[in-house]
Each structure stands twice: as C-alpha cells, then as structure tokens.
C-alpha cells in the first residue's frame, strides 16, 4: 500500500498533555498555547476535558476555557466529556465537537472508569445519540489496544469489536490508543491487518501512541505504511495517564512532523513554529519536555 501523500495531526497537548501534568496552567496560558498550535497551522486541537475536577483538577477551568477561546475558521476544537453530565457541560460552554472515552481492556475500564468496559460503552450511546442529534461530531477514544499493564495483551478481536460498538452507536471516527507505550511495529501492524479484514474502514481510525518505549515513532510510522492518515500527537511529547502511571508521554508532534518533513508527507503543520512552542511550554511547565526534536534542533530554530 502506498504511503499516504498528506496526514492529519489531532494536537492532544492542552488536553491529554496537561492533564498528566502536576503543574495547573492558569486559563489564559492554556488560551495562548491553543493559539499558538493553531498559527503553527493544526485544524484540530484537543482543548480541553468536561471530566469531574476532582478526578483531573490540571482541566478543572474547562468552561472558563471555551469561553474565552477565539475560534478560527477551520480549526476544530473537540472536547472529552465522560458522560452525559459531561456533555450538558460541554455542550452549554459552546462545545462544537465532543470525544468519549472507552477501554479495550476491563481492568483500565475499572481503574479509570469505575465501570466494566461493556457497561462504559453501552452508556455511551445516549451521550452520542444527544451529540450527534445536536449536530456535533463524535470521536471516541479506545484505550489500551495493545496491551494493558494489569491484563496482559489485549485481544486484538476484542479491540474489533469495541471499535465497531463505537462506530455503529454514531462516532465519526475511533482513536486507538496504545495507552502504556509497550506496542511494537508488528503488533500494530497485525492490529490494523485485523480492522481491516473486519471491515472497519481505515479512513474511521486515528492512531494515538505513547512513547514509554520509545517506539511511538516507529509505530506511527508503520501505520502510515498500511494507510492510517489520523495521527494524534503532542506538542513537546506531554502526555500521560493519571490513571496508568507507568504510561510514557504521547508521540511528541515535532518528532512525526520531522519525519513527515523528511518523506515529503504534507501535514500543513509547521515544524519551526512547534519547537518554539514546545520550548515556550517547557518553560511555562518548569521542566524540559521529552519531544526529542525540540531538544535538538539549534536554539535559533
């Protein structure tokens, strides 16, 4: 299959980024840093969580947030929201695009989710089924698709088959998540081969990897080789579960974008303007930042 000519970059820094974050970014930083992922030239930035803010408090200004945020023509803003609680929250402050969150795997389900996965994932229709009749488009996250860190390896049917509940109850599109990082090239690609000989179109799969071992980068790389193009990543390689702290930072968006640069895949995003951003937040976190370009392009970069 050849590789795809142009890719999609979901920038998941001010969400699943700051959430594993121990330091709060005041409202206005979180603002600036959506701004500057959207000069860089992303068109769809994960802004934001309607979770509860005593689970996740790094996002507990989710409304202050979307109201203050300037919106721009083409640029899409999606938001997690775990319930239909969540969504009232969501859709309220102005929310235009919503995102639910499942596991593949039953013990993350418990730990994060206090709910068996099937349980999370029938509940999930009415939240959807309100969304779409309100005109919003629907991602849904699935959470530990390789394998879980208290489960063992995660089936790669059963991962079929929560991808496929997600899609028929209405979502537009299902981001895999290797959640603890541990996934390989070939398990990936023997993932996809599976989605794909199950009937699930590739063009409704978004991949989101974690770099524990520090084959994020690799994995994404097979993916775009059997025609994924929906990546999500985060600017500087933030990233994390508050819920699976074993769990590395997420692909950091310089890091793709350099090898996209180097194959000549079109992303629209701009590679210097995101290793000054992710430079600015490493300084309004207070720590360096594990996307590995960042840290090596030229300070003048």
């Not at 979180?30 to 994960?46: N, P, S």
């Not at 959640?179 to 009937?199: C, F, I, N, Y």
């Not at 692909?251 to 590679?271: F, K, N, P, S």
Request: hydrophobic share 40%; proline share 7%.
């Amino acid at each position: 299959m050849p590789r795809p000519k142009r890719i999609t970059l979901v920038e998941v820094a001010p969400r699943d980024g700051l959430q594993a974050e121990s330091r709060a970014l005041p409202t206005a930083t979180k603002v600036a840093l959506i701004d500057r992922l959207a000069d860089a030239g992303h068109t769809v930035i994960e802004c934001t969580s309607f979770v509860s803010p005593a689970a996740v408090p790094q996002l507990a200004d989710a409304e202050d947030l979307l109201r203050a945020l300037k919106r721009r023509r083409g640029v899409r803003y999606p938001v997690l929201v775990p319930n239909e609680k969540g969504l009232e929250r969501a859709l309220s402050a102005g929310a235009d695009e919503i995102a639910v969150f499942a596991s593949a795997s039953e013990s993350y389900s418990r730990k994060n989710l206090n709910r068996p996965r099937d349980e999370v994932l029938a509940g999930y229709a009415p939240v959807v089924r309100r969304a779409k009749d309100a005109g919003k488009r629907v991602r849904g996250y699935l959470s530990m698709v390789i394998a879980d860190p208290w489960d063992g390896p995660t089936p790669p049917d059963v991962v079929r088959e929560c991808a496929r509940k997600l899609l028929d109850m209405g979502c537009d599109e299902v981001s895999l998540g290797d959640t603890s990082g541990v996934g390989t090239p070939h398990e990936v690609a023997s993932l996809l081969e599976l989605l794909l000989g199950g009937s699930i179109p590739l063009a409704t799969i978004a991949m989101h990897f974690h770099d524990t071992y520090g084959q994020a980068l690799a994995n994404a790389n097979v993916a775009m080789s059997l025609g994924v193009t929906t990546f999500d990543t985060s600017t500087g390689g933030i990233g994390g579960s508050p819920f699976a702290k074993m769990a590395g930072g997420n692909l950091a968006t310089e890091d793709l974008l350099y090898l996209c640069r180097g194959e000549g895949i079109e992303t629209g995003v701009d590679l210097d303007a995101i290793v000054s951003t992710a430079r600015w937040l490493s300084s309004e976190l207070g720590h360096e930042l594990p996307g590995h370009v960042s840290r090596a392009f030229p300070p003048s970069s």
